[in-house]
């Protein structure tokens, strides 16, 4: 029986990561201008062609960060999953990405005005300061209700509220800022520049790392907090430390892409499912393949399905994850009874 | 007489700095099983839950071999007591297997990874409690007694010294809850397992416990072995049954004797009596029982649920004051139920009875019997 879980397993793996390379490859290929499977391998083997600015410059990075910040976002997910006891629980539904979303728009606001353009780790730190304000939110409020139902229904609503407040300064801000908050606050993978890219490999990594070394507690928490201290881990600072990791990872994936919605509560029940397990161990890498996959395949859509017109990352996340999360909601009433 | 393992000293416990109960002593040795009986809310969980650590106590201390458990690092405590507490919290895409094994975190690495000797230790603690053939399956999808029996694998195989267990017989039915039960005392018995639980089934708690504390108000109102604790009056008074009586020497409840002038006398005995004061007692019918001896079986039911008893004592041939006293009572009702039909030599009196209603014409066939228990609202 073991051995068939670990067949499972390496099958789940391997599926992710053959879909994953499909998916960078494509991402090279396709766009404006269409290259050969073969024109981008010689490209990225060194040769030099008119081509070259355009998969090294442009496509390269953008789809690393689409891979690197759509790993950390579903990783997020499952850390506030875990949390909250709550599988639609993720940093979009719970108010948390836009809360980032409405602090970095405050911040870049007032330094742009000031002809200030901040580094990409200002702006984490900001998008983190946001995490933390929702966050700081959700966890009074379910501090008083235990109903998962109505902790997402809140989340929402500061969610409203923050977008509301961006809106409202968005509206205000000078012109020239304008286009660009404006695509950035859709969600948009674009524009990423290889200094974008270092930075977030290192907050992302880091993360994902110690994200991964928690693996133990979170599978220990899975039966509640009771059975967790039972068997030895020290809630409190556990908690503290999951809160601190899912913020800093959707705080980093606001940062630079904005918020992007449903990835985190979808690709954690998909990869859930495929496993046929919810063993931190096996999930975190799992997940964070799996955001990879699905925003590399969003990202993909955005960028070509109506070209030269790019659509929102956002856009294109909900329409396959809503559905996802619609489901699973509706499957879980009915297997309850 | 082995130390105890566990003991409070002055504990006070409750929430938000304000002591629920207090001046609690509870001690346990290996190898015996102490219950924490008491109505419901008087703070049983509580209690368990300041000894789990989950809760802090509000003063005093809970030692473990002399040791306060404050002062025991996180892994040490996990591998010396295991818990199974009501309720939990529902686990997506978890195999009963799974949830066992979370029981060997405590000796495992940072990773968590299980080695052959944590999954022979799962293997066997999932046999001792027959949970084998559940391995596979989802844990969200097998019933609650099944649940609760996965939970206790759970426990055992996280190898405490301790076990401390909240209400675990809730959810089981009669079967599982014997089941349940007699397990422990094996479990008990073989590795030496001091064990702290509560109970509802206090006819259970009766039979299972070496120890018992009950929880009354703000502390321990009486402790002492099952024997020493539970007399009816008692039980009586701790969970204040105003209906229904509860007799401590079978551990069996009875609902209320049906009230007001009795209509019935029945002739009872060596057991046979019991059904029909049962019907009596559902169809609301008052009557009276006799004449029994105060050893007979029918005796515990019938002064549960007679408005009154005509006895006699134990191993007396049945004596001239008990049948005139009889007499009189069946002057007072319609009619007179005979369950016997045979007579024993003490037992003369009652035949005597059963001649005097034939010759009254107040012995109900069995179709006025029948009439009776339709006809009454």
Known sequence: MRQKRSVRYAIG???????????????????????????????????????????????????????????????????????????????????????????????????????????????????????????????????????????????????YICSAITDLVVTFADDSNIVNLHNWSMGSFSGMNWSNVRTMAIV??????????????MGAYQLGEVYAQNLGVNVRLFRVQLILLSSILSACVTAFAGPISFVGIAVPHLVKSLFRTAKPLIVIPGCFLGGAVFCLFCDLLARTAFAPTELSISSVTAIFGAPIVIWMMLHRSTRKG | MKEAILHTAGLAVGYNKKALIQDIEISVRPGQIVTLIGPNGAGKSTILKSITRQLDPIAGTVNIRDTSIRHIPERKFAQTVSVMMTGWTDPEWMLCEEVVESGRFPYTGRLGLLSAHDREKVQEAMELVHVTELAQRNFTQISDGQRQRVMLARAICQEPDILILDEPTSFLDI???????????????????????????????????????????????????????????????????????????????ELDAPKGQPKLFVIGGGGLGIPFYRKLQRAGIPFIAGILHTNDLDYPVA??????????????????????????????????????????????GNRQLLELAKQQHKLLTEIQWEAMLETTP
């Open chain 2, 175 to 253: 079967r599982h809850k014997l089941e349940l039960l007699s397990l422990l005392k094996d479990l008990v018995r073989q590795k030496q397992l001091a064990v702290i639980m509560s109970l509802h089934e206090i006819d259970l708690a009766q039979k299972i416990s070496d120890y018992v504390l009950c929880i009354k108000g703000d502390h321990i109102d009486r402790c002492g072995t099952p024997e020493e604790v539970f007399t009816s009056a008692y039980i009586h008074e701790l969970y204040g049954v105003h209906r229904g009586s509860y007799n401590s020497l079978y551990g069996s409840l």
């Open chain 2, 303 to 348: 002064s549960a649920l007679a408005a009154e008893v005509v006895t006699e004592q134990p191993f007396e041939p049945i004596r001239e004051a008990a049948i005139r006293s009889a007499e009189k009572a069946m002057q007072q009702c319609d009619g007179v139920l005979c369950c016997l039909e045979q007579f024993g030599t003490q037992n003369q």
């Open chain 1, 13 to 159: 793996y391997s599926i992710l990561a053959i879909l994953l390379c499909v998916l960078l490859i494509w991402n090279l290929n396709a766009g404006s201008v269409n290259l050969s499977v073969r024109e981008v391998l010689e490209i990225l083997a060194g040769h030099n062609s008119e081509n070259t600015a355009i998969i090294w410059e442009i496509r390269l990075p953008r789809l690393l960060a689409a891979a690197m910040l759509g790993g950390a976002l579903s990783v997020s997910g499952f850390l506030l999953q875990t949390f909250f006891a709550n599988p639609i629980a993720g940093p979009f539904v719970l108010g948390i990405s836009s809360g980032a979303k409405m602090v970095v728009a405050l911040v870049m606001i007032f330094f742009l005005g000031r002809g200030i353009v901040l580094g990409s780790a200002a702006l984490i730190v900001a998008a983190f300061v946001g995490s933390m304000i929702s966050m700081g939110f959700i966890l009074m409020i379910s501090g008083q209700v235990k109903k998962m139902s109505l902790l997402v229904i809140s989340g929402i609503m500061i969610g």
């Open chain 1, 204 to 217: 992302v990594f880091v993360c994902l790392a110690l994200t991964f070394l928690l693996s133990k507690p």
